[in-house]
């Protein structure tokens, strides 16, 4: 029996969590091609992670303008609530907790995935020199609109909206997907946002609108059900800010009044080196943050282990081994290997790769 706090319970904001082990966000593409709704498919993956102390779902998007890559899953139609309905009733059946991540890509889009063709918006009309998936093969992203000053409150109420929809859903929070450059990201940092109205210029300004989108969500379903990721010192997605511990510091000051469930980091680039540039130090603004504190990227169980028992994070987030791993609690309590990653099965097909990780038990009875 292992003892490490690790495997112990944790009470995050209103979510009663069974371990402080997450599956972190990771998107699939594997909705349903003609609404862009989960279906059975989902149900069985997330249910087979459904040991977790808590799920965080694959980034998805809040209107149909927030999309930005083929077959991510939405949350603003019936037939996608629909959809997740069934994803929250088999993981709750399972004795776990999920909570959807809330997504608008902003300008990491393309004009095909787009409605009508149209350009994908964004703070400001600089494309990003990155590269989406359009569903046949890997593009650059499309040079964005800026949005006008007057269009940004209907996508703060898409936020809201798609907050009321989670809870319809089932879910039992909300994650903020405010990280690796995507629309709210884009907002905040000055390589993105050249903005010369409330919205732009000042660190305040930057943070305008995810202070906009945390006061909509937690107004509409309680803070104690929203948490938020932020990658502050990551690059993904080519964003890019001129001195990101001062933005960040600032947003972390503006996110302690709320009383969040919790806040989660990409520490250092994600999915990549931990290690952050001179001059920067995430652990300064982890300590900045007041509540329950999720550490994620290139976690290991002897770090996350350590991580926990130190007081360094209350929650570790684990995004790559829980899709090779559906079972990863187990594996991480008994100190039992780990299954191989397959990355020619990570984005878009059907069930390999998906569903078909052995746990401990399938191996043992093979
Ligand atoms: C296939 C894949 C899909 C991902 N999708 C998302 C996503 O939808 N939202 C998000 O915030 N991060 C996403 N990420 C980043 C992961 O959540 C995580 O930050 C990263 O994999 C580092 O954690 P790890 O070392 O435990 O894998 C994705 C990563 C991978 C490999």
């Known amino acids: 029996m292992t003892t490490e706090k690790l495997f112990t ?25 003609e609404d862009d709704a989960p279906y059975d498919i989902h149900v069985e993956y997330y249910a087979q992670r459904a040991s977790a102390g808590l799920i965080i779902t694959e980034a998805s998007q809040i209107m149909p303008e927030g999309k930005g890559y083929a077959w991510t899953p939405g949350i603003y139609s019936k037939a996608q609530i629909d959809g997740w309905k069934k994803v929250t009733d088999a993981v709750h059946a399972k004795g776990g907790k999920i909570v959807v991540q809330l997504w608008h890509v902003g300008r ?33 992203t499309s040079v964005p609109r800026a949005l006008e000053t007057d269009e940004i409150a209907a996508i703060v109420d898409a936020y809201r909206q798609a907050a009321l929809n989670a809870i319809e859903a089932g879910f039992d929070g909300i994650e903020v997907h405010a990280a690796n450059g995507y629309l709210i990201d884009q907002f905040l940092r000055d390589g993105s946002n050249l903005r010369d ?24 379903i309680g803070a104690d059900r929203v948490g938020i990721r932020l990658s502050p010192l990551s690059n993904a997605n080519a964003i890019a800010d001129s001195n990101p511990m001062a933005l960040f510091s600032h947003v972390i000051d503006r996110l302690n009044p709320y009383g969040l469930a919790y806040l989660h980091l990409v520490e ?15 652990n300064a603004l982890r300590k900045r943050f007041e509540g329950a504190y999720m550490a994620n990227n290139g976690y290991t169980r002897s770090m996350a282990i350590e ?23 187990a594996r991480l309590q008994q100190d039992a290997p780990l299954n191989d990653l397959d990355r020619g099965t990570l984005y878009g097909g059907g069930r390999e790769g998906y569903v078909d990780y052995p746990t401990l038990d399938s191996q043992a009875a093979a």
């Open 307 to 329: 991580a926990v028992e130190s007081g360094a994070a209350d929650l570790v987030a684990f995004g790559r081994p829980f899709i090779a791993n559906p079972d990863l609690v």
């Open 197 to 220: 109205d409330i919205y732009g210029g000042s660190i305040e300004n930057r943070t305008r609108f995810l202070v906009e989108v945390m006061d909509a969500v937690t107004q509409a």
């Open 108 to 140: 990491i889009s393309h004009t095909s995935l787009q409605p009508g063709g149209k350009a994908p918006v964004a703070p400001s009309a600089i494309a990003a020199k990155a590269k989406t998936f359009d569903g046949t093969a890997f593009v650059d």
């Open 9 to 33: 319970p944790l009470k995050a904001g209103a979510l009663d969590l069974a371990n402080r082990i997450v599956m972190a966000p990771l998107t699939r593409n594997r909705a349903r091609a």
């Open 268 to 282: 250092g680039q994600t999915g990549g080196p931990r290690e952050t540039p001179e001059g920067t130090d995430i």
